[in-house]
């Protein structure tokens, strides 16, 4: 069960497809991330709202946790090797934080295709109504994304694991303004060659 | 043998320890960097000349190459998911580009030292002469640096395999500004416990 009889959600945001939405968490507030439908990546940021120009750090996470794999109890620490949230649940195990977000890039270099909708510029958008759209979009979570590594160090990006229902939690450690996209892949594995909504909810503080 | 009898070198520059240099590569031209005594990282960033808001992006590389190790015949791909370079020769076989350029905080928050040298900031020094310190260090390129993953997706950091005389050789595909600092983490099996000189030669295009 996603939601325990205790806690109290404040507020619930639905991510469309092709999408990005954004929400402010207080300290010790939680995020929970639902993939309503399964198999729907979600491009994660994070700034600290009292100064954006620190902000979840892909990068920074994988020196200070000695790891490219995601697991409760992990800390999403930012560019300046703080903690900004901690991931604390997760029904799915199998999240990606080496890979960027989709941009216009991509669609026109590879497909060619100049007007496809992108994970960074929803992100961009959905950061803008919280004063962040002068921001670079850092590097995401991706949460969900799947990709298979061999032995090598090659990797293929495979359908994700989740299934309808399946969430992650994230817990506030500072005042955060946190964005979220539904990966608009739709020519890939990655989103199962679809692309469907995700449900934020925020919950309250105990 | 690092240089064959065709070729002609324009330019030698030692890049000593705790230090950064940078150069100005022309179209065809090649850079090989060379680890002097062995056991020394060099983070490795590119810029475009021509549009300093393109540079190479290793969360872009990992995209485009579908793989976090790095081989000759990879192409050093941009933030504009184009290539601006080329990975051609490699004595080692080791190199990372999934980790973070050393910085104040790093040394700051898990070391307490205030003053530590940095490869952010050696790289910062550097690209300032070619004009460039105004613009963001991108996350580097780690030459030699040997981090071991286990098949969970966590990994340490081992001494590089790289010996005195090791080298790698990248093409430059456009006009590029690139820098390069010897890793200035002294205190941590990275460079070996010691941080030593790199040497940089430019090869003239054929």
């Excluded at 995020?31 to 600290?48: A, P, R, W, Y």
């Excluded at 979570?141 to 694991?161: R, S």
């Amino acid at each position: 069960m996603v939601n325990s009889a205790q806690e109290r959600i404040r507020e619930e945001i639905i991510i469309p497809p092709y999408e990005g939405r954004g929400a402010l968490l207080k300290p010790g507030e939680e995020l929970i991330i639902i993939d309503m439908e399964g198999k729907q990546v979600g491009d994660f940021v994070c700034f600290n709202r009292n100064d954006p120009k620190e902000f979840v750090s892909p990068v920074h996470m994988r020196a200070s946790l000695s790891s490219i794999r995601l697991k409760p109890g992990d800390a999403l620490y930012s560019n300046r090797r703080r903690p900004l949230m901690t991931f604390v649940e997760d029904t799915v195990g199998k999240h990606d934080f080496f890979f960027p977000a989709c941009d216009y890039y991509r669609y026109k270099n590879d497909f060619g295709m100049e007007d496809h909708p992108n994970c960074h510029d929803n992100l961009n958008k959905a950061l803008r109504e919280f004063g962040l759209g002068n921001e670079s979009v850092p590097d995401p979570i991706n949460l969900f994304m799947n990709n298979v590594l061999d032995d090598q160090g090659d990797y293929e990006i495979h359908e994700p694991l989740s299934k309808p229902g399946d969430y992650v939690r994230l817990r506030a450690l500072e005042e955060v303004v946190i964005a979220c996209s539904t990966c608009s892949q739709d020519m890939a594995p990655v989103n199962g060659f679809k692309v469907t909504s995700l449900k934020m909810q925020i919950v309250e503080a105990n």
